[in-house]
């Protein structure tokens, strides 16, 4: 895994986890949450799926953090960084959050931290995306001050039915202009 040093805010520590901790932010089958053709439901996930596929292990080509409360040590949520483009600059986030933990910005403040390393890190580009129906990225994206960057219809298939996808992004620029001595929440 690239170097996720770990990063704090008021109300949160972000950093490498173990893999309980990723059964316990995977507790649900989060493609199931999304919304996307109109399924929502609750549906545990596959433990295997989860170690195979979804904890990054040793992985060295992404930055991956677990967010934990700062209160009492809960993960809750990981976000990570792992579409480096050299042409432009950029990277790639993608984020996760149990729904217990949903509506009470904790995945806005870590975007905010974890924007703020990768621009120090030297970046000069953030994307970060969402499919048509999830409705709750797209506000998450949002509220942090993401732009939209490009759309992308029929980006994939979901049971037959072409799915667009909204590619949003933040410059350093507009990092420096929202965040950088401010405080966030």
């Known amino acids: 895994m690239m170097e ?22 995977y507790e649900y089958d989060l493609l199931k949450l999304r ?8 549906v545990k996930q596959d433990l295997k799926f989860i170690k ?8 060295d080509s992404i930055y991956d953090w677990v967010i934990y409360l700062k209160e009492n040590g809960e993960p809750i949520g990981n976000i990570f960084a792992e579409m480096h483009n050299d042409i432009d600059n950029s990277n790639e986030i993608g984020y ?7 509506g009470n910005s904790y995945m806005k403040e870590a975007c905010v931290a974890v924007l703020g ?3 120090k890190e030297g970046y000069e ?3 970060c995306s ?16 993401f732009k939209l960057d490009n759309i992308k219809e029929n980006a994939w298939k979901k049971n037959g039915v072409p799915i667009t996808q909204y590619r949003y992004v933040m410059t350093k620029e507009m990092y420096d202009e929202l965040y950088e001595n401010k405080k966030v929440r």
């Open 125 to 127: 580009k953030i994307y």
């Open 117 to 119: 390393y990768l621009f």
């Open 130 to 145: 969402y499919d048509e129906g999830n409705i709750k990225s797209k506000k998450s994206i949002e509220k942090t001050g």
């Open 35 to 42: 919304d996307i053709n109109g399924e929502f439901e609750y």
């Open 96 to 102: 996760n959050l149990h729904p217990s933990y949903w």
């Open 4 to 25: 996720s040093i770990i990063l704090e805010t008021d109300r949160l520590i972000l950093k490498p986890g173990t893999l309980e901790d990723y059964y316990k932010v």
């Open 52 to 59: 195979e596929h979804v904890y990054p292990g040793n992985d």
